[in-house]
Protein backbone atom coordinates (compact mmCIF):
# COMPACT_ATOMS: atom_id res chain seq x y z
CA UNK A 1 0.00 0.00 0.00
CA UNK A 2 1.66 3.32 -0.70
CA UNK A 3 1.41 5.79 1.90
CA UNK A 4 2.99 9.42 1.94
CA UNK A 5 3.45 11.11 4.81
CA UNK A 6 3.89 14.78 5.03
CA UNK A 7 5.87 16.09 8.38
CA UNK A 8 7.67 20.15 9.51
CA UNK A 9 4.02 22.24 9.18
CA UNK A 10 3.53 24.53 11.64
CA UNK A 11 3.49 28.24 12.58
CA UNK A 12 6.37 30.80 12.04
CA UNK A 13 6.81 34.52 11.96
CA UNK A 14 7.38 36.21 8.71
CA UNK A 15 10.62 35.87 7.62
CA UNK A 16 11.17 32.15 9.24
CA UNK A 17 11.29 29.07 7.75
CA UNK A 18 10.36 25.54 7.63
CA UNK A 19 11.26 22.41 6.32
CA UNK A 20 8.56 20.03 5.39
CA UNK A 21 9.43 16.37 4.67
CA UNK A 22 7.65 13.64 2.61
CA UNK A 23 7.76 10.38 3.62
CA UNK A 24 7.08 7.89 1.14
CA UNK A 25 6.64 4.20 1.29
CA UNK A 26 4.87 1.09 -0.45
CA UNK A 27 6.09 1.84 -3.99
CA UNK A 28 7.39 -1.63 -6.32
CA UNK A 29 9.32 0.52 -7.92
CA UNK A 30 10.58 3.99 -7.56
CA UNK A 31 7.63 6.61 -8.65
CA UNK A 32 9.17 8.68 -11.52
CA UNK A 33 8.58 11.94 -9.35
CA UNK A 34 7.69 13.57 -5.74
CA UNK A 35 6.04 16.79 -6.32
CA UNK A 36 5.12 19.50 -3.71
CA UNK A 37 1.53 21.26 -4.04
CA UNK A 38 -0.10 23.89 -1.90
CA UNK A 39 -4.09 24.86 -1.38
CA UNK A 40 -5.28 27.85 -0.02
CA UNK A 41 -9.18 27.78 1.08
CA UNK A 42 -11.36 28.49 -1.63
CA UNK A 43 -8.26 28.33 -4.19
CA UNK A 44 -7.30 25.70 -6.43
CA UNK A 45 -4.54 23.45 -5.59
CA UNK A 46 -0.93 24.58 -7.20
CA UNK A 47 2.18 23.11 -8.04
CA UNK A 48 5.35 24.51 -6.22
CA UNK A 49 7.97 22.17 -7.37
CA UNK A 50 8.89 18.79 -8.16
CA UNK A 51 11.96 16.46 -8.73
CA UNK A 52 12.29 13.41 -10.45
CA UNK A 53 13.62 10.34 -8.12
CA UNK A 54 16.26 8.71 -10.97
CA UNK A 55 17.69 11.93 -11.25
CA UNK A 56 17.10 14.11 -9.31
CA UNK A 57 15.91 17.12 -12.11
CA UNK A 58 13.72 19.93 -10.48
CA UNK A 59 11.10 22.23 -11.86
CA UNK A 60 8.85 25.04 -10.86
CA UNK A 61 5.10 25.08 -10.86
CA UNK A 62 3.86 27.57 -13.16
CA UNK A 63 1.74 29.72 -10.29
CA UNK A 64 4.24 29.75 -7.84
CA UNK A 65 7.83 29.90 -9.56
CA UNK A 66 7.62 33.90 -9.09
CA UNK A 67 6.90 33.60 -5.59
CA UNK A 68 9.12 31.10 -4.08
CA UNK A 69 12.11 30.52 -6.34
CA UNK A 70 15.02 32.19 -4.44
CA UNK A 71 12.99 31.14 -1.44
CA UNK A 72 11.95 27.38 -1.57
CA UNK A 73 14.50 24.55 -2.57
CA UNK A 74 13.29 20.83 -2.87
CA UNK A 75 15.54 17.87 -2.22
CA UNK A 76 15.30 13.94 -1.64
CA UNK A 77 17.78 11.68 0.37
CA UNK A 78 19.39 9.71 -0.95
CA UNK A 79 17.64 6.41 -0.10
CA UNK A 80 15.00 7.81 -2.23
CA UNK A 81 12.30 7.65 -0.20
CA UNK A 82 12.18 11.35 1.61
CA UNK A 83 11.47 14.17 -0.17
CA UNK A 84 12.05 18.16 1.34
CA UNK A 85 10.33 21.09 0.77
CA UNK A 86 13.02 24.07 2.47
CA UNK A 87 10.52 27.09 2.98
CA UNK A 88 13.11 30.35 3.45
CA UNK A 89 11.82 33.96 3.63
CA UNK A 90 8.01 32.90 4.18
CA UNK A 91 5.48 35.68 4.13
CA UNK A 92 2.00 36.31 4.49
CA UNK A 93 1.21 34.86 1.12
CA UNK A 94 2.77 31.58 1.97
CA UNK A 95 -0.01 30.07 4.75
CA UNK A 96 -1.37 26.69 2.80
CA UNK A 97 -2.12 22.96 3.31
CA UNK A 98 0.89 21.50 1.65
CA UNK A 99 0.55 18.46 0.01
CA UNK A 100 3.51 15.89 -1.48
CA UNK A 101 2.18 13.71 -4.27
CA UNK A 102 3.99 10.92 -6.36
CA UNK A 103 3.85 10.32 -10.28
CA UNK A 104 4.40 7.55 -11.98
CA UNK A 105 4.22 7.97 -15.50
CA UNK A 106 7.35 9.56 -16.74
CA UNK A 107 6.83 13.12 -18.54
CA UNK A 108 9.24 15.59 -20.59
CA UNK A 109 9.42 17.29 -16.82
CA UNK A 110 7.74 16.62 -13.93
CA UNK A 111 5.09 18.29 -13.62
CA UNK A 112 4.27 17.63 -17.26
CA UNK A 113 2.91 14.22 -15.50
CA UNK A 114 -0.06 13.22 -13.73
CA UNK A 115 0.36 12.63 -9.50
CA UNK A 116 -1.28 9.72 -8.45
CA UNK A 117 -0.70 9.35 -4.90
CA UNK A 118 -1.31 12.19 -2.45
CA UNK A 119 -0.46 12.84 1.41
CA UNK A 120 -2.74 14.17 3.83
CA UNK A 121 -1.25 17.37 4.02
CA UNK A 122 0.40 19.66 6.74
CA UNK A 123 -0.42 23.41 7.65
CA UNK A 124 1.88 25.93 7.21
CA UNK A 125 0.70 29.19 9.06
CA UNK A 126 2.67 32.66 8.81
CA UNK A 127 2.20 35.22 11.46
CA UNK A 128 3.28 37.49 14.21
Known amino acids: QVQLVESGGGSVQPGGSLRLSCATS????????IAWFRQVPGKEREGILC????????????STENSVKGRFTISREDSKNRVYLEMNKLHPDDPAVYYC?????????????????WGQGTQVTVSY
Open 26 to 33: GFTSDPYA
Open 101 to 117: AAAQKSASTCFGTWYDY
Open 51 to 62: ITIADGVTAYGL
